[in-house]
């Protein structure tokens, strides 16, 4: 039996499904064994030159070279951990939840009414979107930073059609 300072759980709001719910990562083409490939195709490649430069004795040469393989490697590696960052963006009727995972796992999470947030989409002057913004009062928060144009668009059509859902 219920009292009267108890509510019913099936009907309490924050068991309800999200209106909307999407997690955004930056996509990568290139995975971790496809980076390895690479860069050992690019050693072997050097290898070449490389090997000319050391039998017609300008063997320093060899080194950087070997120097561009590593800072081929190191640069290709700082984009991988880049796939770590994560977005969660949640839409109920009452609220909005942004989560934001950096590439380390530091959280950072926002949350907003939807019924005061304004959701700003930036262009260019080819009207791609080149940012999209949360701001409620003194509060700006950039989603979707690392999302390219064409895929800014496409979550900007979908969570404005939720937001809109959510404020009717």
């Known amino acids: 039996m219920m009292t009267p300072n108890q509510t019913d759980p099936a009907l309490d709001p924050a068991d309800s499904p999200p209106l909307f719910a999407a997690t955004l990562s930056p996509y990568r083409s290139l995975s971790e064994k496809g980076l390895h490939y690479l860069v050992l195709f690019t050693a072997c490649l050097a290898l070449i030159p490389g090997t000319i430069f050391y039998l017609s004795g300008a063997w320093p040469i060899v080194g950087f070279l070997g120097l561009d393989v590593l800072a081929l490697y190191w640069a290709l590696r700082a984009s991988m951990v880049e796939t770590r960052r ?10 909005l939840e942004i989560d934001q995972i950096s590439p380390l796992g530091k959280r950072r999470r926002h949350a907003f009414n939807p019924f005061w947030v304004r959701f700003g989409i930036e262009r260019d002057h080819d ?16 989603i979707a930073r690392f999302l390219g144009p064409d895929e800014k ?13 959510a404020r009717r």
């Open 127 to 142: 009207d791609n979107v080149t940012r999209l913004t949360l701001a409620m009062r003194q509060k700006t928060v950039e």
């Open 86 to 95: 994560r977005e969660n963006v949640t839409l109920w009727r009452d609220r």
């Open 153 to 165: 668009a496409g979550f900007a059509k979908a969570f404005s059609e939720a937001l809109h859902r």
